[in-house]
């Protein structure tokens, strides 16, 4: 893999749950790879090409990419000169904040050159070295989810009980990340059966309640190693068997080894 640094002071968690990045790559950026919370990005300079949804995608300077939760991509340079780009993550359950328990919006094809959407992702990427203000923040949360709604599905609504059972099963992961956490108790909780609730979660945030843990212990891994504990020290403490466990989960998320993430992006 040939690249620069990532932009270092552009990472950064700005409230509650979104983290925001810029990097430059030359060659093979990202292996093939998975997260449960959008990416949502814009291509600042050259052509980023990635594989998505069985095509190769090119997003040129100014294309907003748009990748849905738990769909696999990767991403590459498209010519020699290599790409830069800013990009968003975002948890489905802040867009379902706002959507209100519809299923989650679905940008076909992955690149989008909607002035729309354009005009909604700017004010979350214009500037990385300044924090949002909270009420900034749920404005442009607000914003972007009413155009991703707009430009995609007339889904119905999932019922009442549906989203009520969903949010609580995600809650519940959250308090008990630590803990071994099965579907028996997730619809004890939930009270809904097993294999509803997993539909229903799907549809609410875009990605199975197994899944939805690992992630969270990821993220709560790497945000260990940024403070400077060993890779095999964060593993173990987020409930990984090892450090080769985590590894395998770690590259299957973010497309880059835990070695490689924390030299471009700690």
Known sequence: MHHSHAT????????PQAH????????????????????????????QRFDYRGKARNAL??????????????GRAGTKDGFRYRTLYIEPSLIQSVLGGKPLPFIKGGVSQDPRLFAVVLPFL?????????LEYQDAVYDLAMVMELMTSDEKPLKPHACR?????????????????TLDILERISDCDRWALSRHFR???????????????????????????????????CMFS??????????????LTPRQWTANFA
Not at 66 to 72: A, C, F, G, K, R
């Open 126 to 134: 214009e500037n990385l070295d300044r924090p949002l203000e909270t």
């Open 203 to 237: 549809a609410m945030f875009g990605t199975s309640p197994y899944r939805y843990l690992t992630m969270r212990r990821l993220d709560q891994a790497r945000i260990m190693m940024i403070a400077g504990n060993s890779i095999a020290q964060s593993a173990i403490a």
């Open 165 to 181: 059972s969903a949010e609580l099963a995600r809650q519940f992961i959250h308090e008990h990340m630590d803990e071994d956490i």
């Open 8 to 15: 270092q002071n552009a990472s950064r968690i700005v409230p």
């Open 61 to 74: 300077p100014g294309n907003i990419v748009v990748l849905h939760p738990d769909e696999v991509h990767d």
């Open 20 to 47: 925001r990045l810029e990097a430059f790559f030359t060659g093979k950026a990202y292996a093939p790879h998975r997260h449960d919370t959008y990416a949502i990005g814009i291509t600042m300079q050259g052509v």
């Open 242 to 255: 090892d450090q080769s466990h985590f590894t395998r989960h770690f590259k299957k998320a973010y497309g």
